[in-house]
């Protein structure tokens, strides 16, 4: 044990309760806070955290569970979702909600680490707050590229944003946006964007023929144990960390991932349908993370997909 303590917002969602073992693995105490989930991702390590049950609605009850704690770095994954369609459509579904949670819930997350005396608050950011990558005819892009959002919920991570550096310049606090790309791996329950691929590498069988249907534009795609690792990197860094960073795993597309899954499993068939997505984001620069956290993934897109595939097959056994 390192004696360090990650204070994890949002823990039972995706990402986060992958973070969570992230942490756990690199020797950190973890203490979880956030709503009851439908789904318990995180019970076979149940023992080994710390928890309080609220809501980032709650600035006193975040401010008195990291003072508790002992937190060191906080981590906001909270974002408003109804049901499971993912957070993009849930933002669509219900404005208000999208942004009481993903924007006055990171207001008061940050206020709550300022009352508990914690310096650094690491949140979810997302590169949905780009827009169309036709608005950026320079790529991969870096940080500095404006925002153009196209939807509510990238619209909420451009704002949290601006809060973000607010905080800093007003308050000293040392807020960090992580923008994410999409993200895909063990825990992933909701259909949002990734829903299709998650289908074709859990549908991934010897003599099975698949249809993958989908953009044929370039993305970014991360493997959600490297997203895991490079939050606690940014978390653990000693020195001064960026106020916004990119992180990636690497770049692909549909029908090279469909390669990957036939790889991964001989005998499995995908056949690609290109269909056009509703908005094709701009590829994004890893540099900055490189230059000042030092981190690389470990997961290129076949031994990613080789890997996932393989973890799904032994949850199934």
Sequence with gaps: MNGRTAFVIGAQGFVGS??????L????????????????????IRDRIGG???SVEDVEAMAGAMAESGADVVLNFAAFSAGDGGLAKSGEMDADRAFDINVNGLRRSFDAAIEAGVGRVLWSSSTTLYGPSAHYPDQPI?????????????LTKAMGEQLSVYYRDRHGLETVAVRLPLVFGPGLWY??????????????????????T????????????????????IAAHPGAVPERLNINGFTTSYPDLARAAEAAVPGYEVAFQSRPAPVVYPLISTRLLEAEIGYRPRFGLRDA????????GEADA
């Design 18 to 23: 992958n973070t969570v073992r992230a942490f």
């Design 25 to 44: 693995a690199a020797g950190w105490k973890v203490h979880c806070f956030g709503l009851p989930a439908a789904q318990d991702l995180l019970a076979d």
């Design 52 to 54: 309080t049950t609220g």
């Design 142 to 154: 870096t940080e500095t590229a404006a925002p153009r959002p196209q939807g509510v919920y990238g």
């Design 191 to 212: 259909r949002g964007a990734a829903a299709a691929l998650m289908d074709m590498f859990r549908g991934a069988r010897p003599g099975v023929r698949h249809v993958l």
């Design 214 to 233: 989908g953009p044929d534009a370039a993305i970014d795609l991360m493997y959600v144990p490297d997203c895991a690792e490079a939050l606690v990197a």
């Design 305 to 312: 997909v080789r890997d996932f595939i393989e973890r799904e």
